[in-house]
């Protein structure tokens, strides 16, 4: 499979390696967003997060709470982020948890402003969609 990160997983290409667990390495984003910009991915190949495993889920995120003192340190504001599935944004189709140092003068906003913010649900969409999603 042509997969960058899992070429990274395999050594085949080259990372700044930050941290490896049993599931899960921590690298620089080769194109940072912010200094000190992060990703942690799972060592399997798995496009979108409900793919992995328990084992692959606790562990990938346990090493996102492990990153996070360290990213969340350069700023003091951190923003974390997946793209899950193409339409959402995923350019690698292999998890990955963005790690990204935010400050008030970036030019990112609140989540509101990736958004045009002209959405208005009726009541019976807003129940639609809750009984759709509760569990
Ligand atoms: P996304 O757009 O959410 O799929 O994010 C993919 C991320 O992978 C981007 O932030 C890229 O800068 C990053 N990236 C692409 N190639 C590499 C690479 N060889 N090493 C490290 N990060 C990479
Ligand atoms: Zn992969």
Redesign the pocket.
Known sequence: MDC??C??VSGE????LLKETDHSIS???????AKG?V?VIPKNHHQKIQDLNENENSDLFSLVHTMISKVDSISGSTLL???NGKDA?????HV?V?LVPRSADDSAGAIHSMFDGTLKLSDSEIEEMYNKLKI
Request: net charge neutral.
């Open positions: 960058i990160f070429k990274i290409i080259p990372a700044k690298f620089l984003d080769a194109f940072p967003l910009h990703l982020a997946v793209h944004g995923q350019e690698v189709s990955h963005h």
